[in-house]
T-cell receptor
Framework: EAGVTQFPSHSVIEKGQTVTLRCDPI?????LYWYRRVMGKEIKFLLH????????ESGMPNNRFLAERTGGTYSTLKVQPAELEDSGVYFC?????????????FGPGTRLTVL | GQQLNQSPQSMFIQEGEDVSMNCTSS?????WLWYKQDPGEGPVLLIA?????ELTSNGRLTAQFGTTRKDSFLNISASIPSDVGIYFC?????????FGAGTILRVKS
């Protein structure tokens, strides 16, 4: 069974540009999470989808971040316009219906560098 | 918000040595999780602890859920080169996970 996949693995953009990150969860997983780790810091929760609905977006830093999960399958996280402090590794995780914290499977992450 | 404090921040040890790291919180957690992140990969769950005082092993790894429910410990015995990586503690907060900043482990062979 394929794990959580993320694309791209690395992205280097200039301040002010737009970047879209993609996450494909494990097939059949209703729950999809986005997390971010700024270098040397903790991994921080951004938001949680249940199917196509945003269950909790309390961790989204500001309105420059927009997450979508149309159709309840893959998800995208768009940053527009990107700022220097948005640099970090963005992780996606998924879990089956009804399971939450201890059944989250993480993708390899997208390393975003904003210059 | 809730914060998990992990220590040490990093360790550079000789192959074969034992390793200890810990995680503390100002708040009570009912579950403690330990993850490992290999270079270029996402975090992978190593051990889950569900009960205060619980001691759980997974091969050379042993983790304990502190009796105050505000701390947890992870020990690795007889370290090997593939133990290299970042170890994170985490606790659930409703639907999401709260993580520590990680302990970077380097092993010298």
């Amino acid at each position: 069974e394929a794990g959580v996949t993320q694309f791209p693995s690395h992205s280097v953009i200039e301040k002010g540009q737009t970047v879209t990150l993609r996450c494909d969860p494990i097939s059949g997983h209703d729950n999809l999470y986005w997390y971010r780790r700024v270098m040397g810091k903790e991994i921080k929760f951004l938001l949680h989808f249940v199917k196509e609905s945003k269950q909790d977006e309390s961790g989204m830093p500001n309105n420059r971040f927009l997450a979508e999960r149309t159709g309840g399958t893959y998800s995208t996280l768009k940053v527009q316009p990107a700022e220097l402090e948005d640099s970090g590794v963005y992780f996606c995780a998924s879990s089956p219906r009804g399971q939450t914290y201890n059944e989250q499977f993480f993708g390899p992450g997208t390393r975003l560098t904003v210059l | 918000g809730q914060q998990l404090n992990q220590s040490p921040q990093s360790m550079f040890i000789q192959e074969g040595e034992d390793v200890s790291m810990n995680c503390t919180s100002s708040s009570i957690f009912n579950t403690w999780l330990w993850y490992k992140q290999d270079p270029g990969e996402g975090p992978v769950l190593l051990i889950a602890l569900y009960k205060a005082g619980e001691l759980t092993s997974n091969g050379r790894l042993t983790a304990q859920f502190g009796t105050t429910r505000k701390d947890s410990f992870l020990n690795i015995s007889a370290s090997i080169p593939s133990d290299v990586g970042i170890y994170f503690c985490a606790g659930p907060l409703w639907n999401k996970l709260v993580f520590g900043a990680g302990t970077i482990l380097r092993v010298k062979s």
